[in-house]
Each structure stands twice: as structure tokens, then as C-alpha cells.
């Protein structure tokens, strides 16, 4: 079973956000239904993707001059952190069942919900058109 249903409705409108929120959620859902070793494979992806997903919003949020950049910038860092220790747990053949099935699903729609909302809504009114 899915722990994350996504769908448009959960788009925030600003292309390449919707489109890495859409991949994030399926990674999500394929973690916290694989075993190890496929997790661990899986989570080095996830933290690939989001390290990469984070710089672009971070881009945009300088660029458009956002007013909350060091909190939402210091919120990616803290899980990019987060993500490391809980690879560093797989690699050390702790399943982490909790934080996939759980934690971090609840983490996404948070995260979604309050700082990628706000930081899309800022983006379009400042004009961004970038994909
Ligand atoms: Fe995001
Ligand atoms: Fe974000």
C-alpha cells in the first residue's frame, strides 16, 4: 500500500517543483515498501534527488528575493543531514521501517503544505516563468 497518494491537487504551480514533488513522492512510496539492500539503493537515490531538488528551489527563492530564505534553506539542510545519518543506519543494516513508512511521508506533506507553498506562491507573484 502507497504512503503517499499524489496528485495534482498537491501541485504548488511552479513546474520543475511539481514535477521533482511528484518523483519524490514515488520514491517514497518504493522505500517504504522495499527491504534492504533495495532500501539502501533506494535512499541513496532519494537523497541524490533531493539534494538536487533543493538547490533548485533555493535558486529560485534567492533570485526572486524570497523573505524566508535562511529558514527554508535551513530546513533542506537539516534534512539533507537527517538523510545522511538515516543512510548511514541502512548501510548499517537498520531497516529504519519507521521513518520510511512514517516520518517521512509526513515529512513531504508538511514541508509541502508550509514552506514549498509559500516559497511557489512568493515565486509566481514575483513574475518566475522558469520551468
Ligand atoms: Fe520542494
Ligand atoms: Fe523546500
Redesign the pocket.
Known sequence: MAVLEWHAGLNVGIGF?DDDHEVAAGQINALAEAALPQRLDLARDFLDHCRH??AR?EEMMKATGFFAYGC?QG??ERVLAELERVVAKLEAGDPQDAYFTKSLPEWLMI??NT??FV?AEFARNAGWRAA
Open positions: 517543483m531538488h533543493f528551489e527554508h530546513e533542506h514541508h509541502r514552506m514549498d516559497t
